[in-house]
């Protein structure tokens, strides 16, 4: 089947835009995770979901990032009043369970804020 | 000090050779060792999954978990051209589900 899915493949904004980042999981997979990798790092936490609930939310930066999974499927990130240094690979994955399983990834969202 | 340190090199070797990537960690609650491999401008691709100490083989692929010593490795055997890609260890304590990673190394395998 089809693996994990991110549109668009690259964004490109300006300082102070608003940008949504979408994520489509394996299906049946029901834990969905956000990470952000930037130049030269490992990817960093930002959020995990287990259904449509955040189950741990602690790695978002601040409240200009939230990220919504409404029907337990597809999640999408929102950036608000986007800053320079929110510049980085934005990747999503997912897995069959909450549990220290295999995470799949998708290709990721570049995102570039001029 | 950062929970996970990773060199990240570059690593640049001939093909056939054995390569060895390692990390270290400060966290003794972490239970569960990863090791992903990274293609330019990709997701990454999980290559091993390791609970707690010992060792773990796939076919070219060997994972090492010293909990003692808060040190993990991979070691790549016949190295490869297709090997060619940056490698990242990944940690989670268990029921705490998100990973942390090492920043990476970039590992060339030169024919």
Not at chain 1, 77 to 90: F, H, N, P, W
Not at chain 2, 8 to 25: F, K, M, R
């Amino acid at each position: 089947g089809a693996g994990v899915s991110q549109t668009p493949s690259n964004k490109v904004t300006e300082k102070g835009k608003y940008v949504e980042l979408r994520c489509d999981p394996i299906s049946g997979h029901t834990a969905l995770y956000w990470y952000r990798q930037s130049l030269g790092q490992g990817p960093e936490f930002l959020i995990y979901f287990q259904g449509t609930g955040a189950a741990d939310d602690s790695g978002l930066p601040n409240d200009r990032f939230f990220a919504v999974r409404p029907e337990g499927s597809v999640s999408t990130l929102k950036i608000q009043r986007t800053e320079r240094g929110d510049s980085a690979v934005y990747l999503c994955a997912s897995s069959f369970s909450g549990g220290a399983t295999e995470q799949f990834f998708g290709p990721g969202t570049r995102l570039t804020v001029l | 000090q950062k929970e996970v340190e990773q060199d990240p090199g570059p690593l640049s070797v001939p093909e056939g050779a054995i390569v060895s990537l390692n990390c270290t960690y400060s966290n003794s609650a972490f239970q569960y060792f990863m090791w992903y491999r990274q293609y330019s401008r990709k997701g990454p691709e999980l290559l091993m999954y390791t609970y707690s100490s010992g060792n773990k083989e796939d076919g070219r692929f060997t994972a090492q978990v010293d909990k003692s010593s808060k040190y993990i490795s991979l070691f790549i055997r016949d190295s490869q051209p297709s090997d060619s890609a940056t490698y990242l260890c990944a940690m989670s304590v268990g029921s705490n589900y998100k990973l942390t990673f090492g920043k990476g190394t970039l590992l060339t395998v030169n024919p």
